[in-house]
């Protein structure tokens, strides 16, 4: 492979701003102008809305002018001419509108309802690592983050979506049928620079794929030949196969208690960064398809920085479970966790 590894939609955004361009030469302006909206000093944080997200959305929500609705707020089923239906739409870089957390738009007040939602989303040991993603790849919290809420919120099914580089984070109170985490999300990190080293030093999230890759480091010489693919699916490829579909790789149902057992535990690493009730969401959905025994494990030989054998990129992939790591040039995930199958996909 080549060493000049291409991410197209992490190089240019939907302004056409080269974003590489624009971090390193903008880097002591964004230091200046764009600080965290949030301060997170013990003073301040007596102060930071508290109650669950969904609250906190309702809140922000009946705080919001008539402007300001017109810009970020839409109906539960908003098409976008270029982007399809707006409240399902997932993608590894774009913006949901053209407004900015950090800017005037918001007053002080409203930001911090909007960063405690954010906090709120996560598990609290795991915000430090988020922010210093964020810091990473786009200059700090509120930077190139923008929100929209679909909806209304305290009086029927609503949903608050957040985006940015490497970042599709959403908060539903279950107003979405039969999907984990409100639809599918992304995150992602390139914490050394554009192509990561194989190592991927610094980046927040490449322990999951080192706990992946225990699971390969104990199947046999047969089974290996099973999971490990030649060739990577496509960057936004993780819709639902369904009950009848060929998953790829080597089916769990193959593996013995203690490989089982290791992917559990890759599981668990999965769904560590967000809240108990979202963590809670996935394990359910995953039960009603039937467990981790009707999911099979790939691992891609295609995006092996290095080619040092520790699988950058992988699948953890059930009928409707789809976990995309895929961690060349830099980390990439798409998650798409549901109980119904036939729930399609919108990247």
């Known amino acids: 492979m080549s060493d000049k590894r291409v991410c197209p939609d992490c190089e240019r955004d939907s ?59 839409y109906d539960w089923d908003h098409v976008d ?88 984070l959403r908060c539903d109170g279950n107003s979405t049928e039969n999907m984990a985490f409100g639809g599918p999300i992304f995150y992602g990190h390139a914490a050394s620079g554009f192509n990561e080293e194989a190592t991927h030093p610094g980046n927040v999230f490449w322990h999951q794929a080192l706990e992946a890759n225990k699971v390969f480091e104990m199947l046999s010489g047969k089974q290996r030949e099973q999971a490990l693919i030649a060739k990577l699916p496509k960057e936004q490829d993780s819709g639902f196969r369904g009950s009848n579909g060929q998953l790829p790789g080597m089916a769990l149902t193959e593996m013995s208690a203690d490989q089982k057992a290791q992917v559990q535990q890759t599981l668990q690493k999965l769904i560590e960064p967000y809240r108990q009730t979202d963590k809670d969401e996935v394990l359910s959905c995953l039960k009603t398809q039937g467990g981790l025994d009707k999911c099979s494990l790939a691992f891609y030989s295609d995006g092996d920085i290095g080619s040092d054998k520790v699988w950058d990129c992988w699948r953890l992939e059930g009928p409707s479970f789809v976990w995309y790591f895929r961690g060349s040039p830099h980390v990439h995930v798409w998650v798409n966790v549901g109980s119904d199958p036939s729930i399609k996909l919108n990247a």
């Open 15 to 73: 302004s056409g701003v080269d974003r590489r361009q624009f971090l390193k030469a903008g880097a002591t302006a964004v230091a200046i102008s764009a600080m965290p909206v949030w301060i997170g000093s013990a003073a301040h944080a007596a102060d930071k809305p508290k109650g669950e997200p969904e609250t906190l959305v309702k809140t922000l929500f009946e705080t919001l002018s008539d402007d300001q609705k017109k810009k970020m707020c």
């Open 81 to 168: 001419p270029k982007m399809g239906l707006l409240r399902t739409r997932v993608a590894n870089n774009w913006h949901i509108n053209s407004v900015e957390i950090k800017g005037d738009f918001y007053t002080k007040p409203q930001k911090e309802l909007i960063r405690a939602i954010f906090e709120g989303c996560y598990n609290p040991e795991w915000i430090a690592k988020i922010d210093k993603q964020l810091d990473d790849d786009a200059g700090g919290y509120g930077n190139d983050q923008n929100v929209a809420i679909f909806g209304k919120p305290g009086s029927g099914k609503f949903e608050f979506v957040m985006t940015g580089r490497h970042l599709t």
